[in-house]
T-cell receptor, first 112, second 115 residues
């Protein structure tokens, strides 16, 4: 990810719908990509990660897709719930011992 | 699960004073701790990487004399904002890792307001 210091884009979805949050990254050498959830006034919480040699990984209600050709990452949340309302950040990492570089973030708002 | 405690959660101080923020790994020994800063509606920006017993590595543009980092043990790192000014007001977040940067566990953050 590459933070550019802009205000967060927002995504508003209806409860029960699926959400898709997108992220672009800039470093083609990144080995790992991670999605974090950050609730207001709290630190980031790990959701799911994917290695650069994969293009899809699934977790509980979440799926991450990686398109290295266009340097794009997405997080899909199935059956979105009000508790999913938060800011979602992608981050990338070069090597397991490298530094996390956070992307811009997307604010997800779930309407009941 | 791994727990990282950050203290205080919120601090208000006068301009020119110094503020210390603690980051503790409660149930594991952290080989490395990271300090991030986050302005409202923005992303996390890495400030420095801290390894126990050695000097912290600061990111470009972060003043090491202003943001003092001490990592005295495998479970505690501190960030001291010296001579704080209103522009230092931000959300400071630490993280700790048991092995690699991939396995980072984040604290709840400290909201610093400098008047």
């Amino acid at each position: 990810g590459e933070s550019v210091g802009l205000h967060l884009p927002t995504l508003s979805v209806q409860e029960g719908d699926n959400s898709i949050i997108n992220c672009a990254y800039s470093n083609s050498a990144s080995d790992y990509f991670i999605w974090y959830k950050q609730e207001s006034g709290k630190g980031p919480q790990f959701i799911i990660d994917i290695r650069s040699n994969m293009d899809k990984r699934q977790g509980q209600r979440v799926t991450v897709l990686l398109n290295k050709t266009v340097k794009h990452l997405s997080l899909q949340i199935a059956a979105t719930q009000p508790g999913d309302s938060a800011v979602y950040f992608c981050a990338d990492l070069i090597g397991r011992g490298g530094k996390l570089i956070f992307g811009q973030g997307t604010e997800l708002s779930v309407k009941p | 699960g791994a727990v990282v405690s950050q203290h205080p959660s919120r601090v208000i101080c006068k301009s020119g004073t110094s503020v210390k923020i603690e980051c503790r790994s409660l149930d594991f020994q952290a080989t490395t701790m990271f300090w991030y800063r986050q302005f409202p509606k923005q992303s996390l920006m890495l400030m420095a990487t801290s390894n126990e017993g050695s000097k912290a590595t600061y990111e470009q543009g972060v003043e090491k004399d202003k943001f003092l980092i001490n990592h005295a043990s495998l479970t505690l790192s501190t960030l001291t904002v010296t001579s704080a000014h209103p522009e230092d007001s931000s959300f400071y977040i630490c993280s700790a890792t048991r092995g690699t940067a991939l396995d980072q566990y984040f604290g709840a953050g400290t909201r610093l307001s400098v008047l």
